[in-house]
């Protein structure tokens, strides 16, 4: 008789669906929340059938005021319920912002631990899908900056239901953003039992020894594609996705620099003030002594996010993430 464990081939925004129905069936303290979420299953059907199965005091289809739902949230989760309430588009949570760093991310402190703020505050997020203004920004940054905020951003269907499960179950709040430009694009086996992705740990998607490419989300599939069509020409480029950004996994960064002595970060966010210059200044702090080169950013302009064809300018592509590896190893 077999003893391996059942899965599912899914796409992302099914494992993010297939994390919901178990944290729901497992904690009835877990309360999804939004515009939408409930009878039509969300903008992207990421809650489809959670409101049929657990009914509408669990799955609460909510006004469009997305500082009332953050702060609803907050209320709720403070008294001992773990509600995720998602934001349509990562784009729309600035109406938010207030409720999410002035209360959410302190609410701990504030209260000399009194009260927890176990709120997992789920948007999609980036662009590449032809979306007009305000539903495709790259705002990670923003919140990683703000202590007492966990931000996560998965890259696999399997890594995305035990990032979110861990995300419900861990007591601070976390910013769960949804690459929605790959919630489609792939399936992936993903078990169907219940299990969790530590946050704050990267992954290793390829080993190699010439340069360490850093890099997350979406972005993650075509720096693989860029480290395979490099390998061709000679160079052996080691990705690492960082999954979680705060807290980051330093040293995952200091090890994958330490081996290779060459980097290049790769994120669709604007290059200025953009993470990119934090893993770097992170580098040159903890394993300066190892560098063979300036580290390269290949990531988005510093523009407002542009509209249709332009995507595929501004994003980082295969052709554009292999010349920033080549200028980190030929330099």
Known sequence: MSTEASTQSLTLVQAVRDGLYG????DEDVIVMGEDVGKNGGVFRATQGLHEEFGGDRVVDTPLAESGIVGTAIGMAAYGLRPVPEI????????????????????????RGRYHCPLTLRAPYGGGIRAPEHHSESKEAFYVHEPG????????PRDTKGLLTAAIRDPDPVVFLEPKLIYRSFREDVPDESYTVDLGEAKTRREGSDVSVF????????????????????????????????????????????KTGRAAVVHEAPKTGGLAGEIIATIQEEVLLYQEAPITRVTGFDVPYPLYALEDYYLPEPARIKDGIREAVEF
């Open 88 to 111: 349509q588009f990562s784009g729309f949570m600035y109406p938010a912002f207030d409720q999410i760093v002035s209360h959410a991310a302190r609410l701990r402190t504030r209260s």
């Open 23 to 26: 944290e729901m069936e497992r």
């Open 215 to 258: 890099t997350w989300g979406a972005m993650t599939r075509p720096t693989l594609e860029a480290a395979e069509e490099l390998a061709e020409e000679g160079i052996d480029a080691e990705v690492v996705d960082l999954r979680t950004l705060s807290p980051m996994d330093t040293d995952a960064i200091v090890e994958s620099f330490k």
């Open 149 to 156: 905020l966990k931000v996560v951003v998965p890259s696999t």
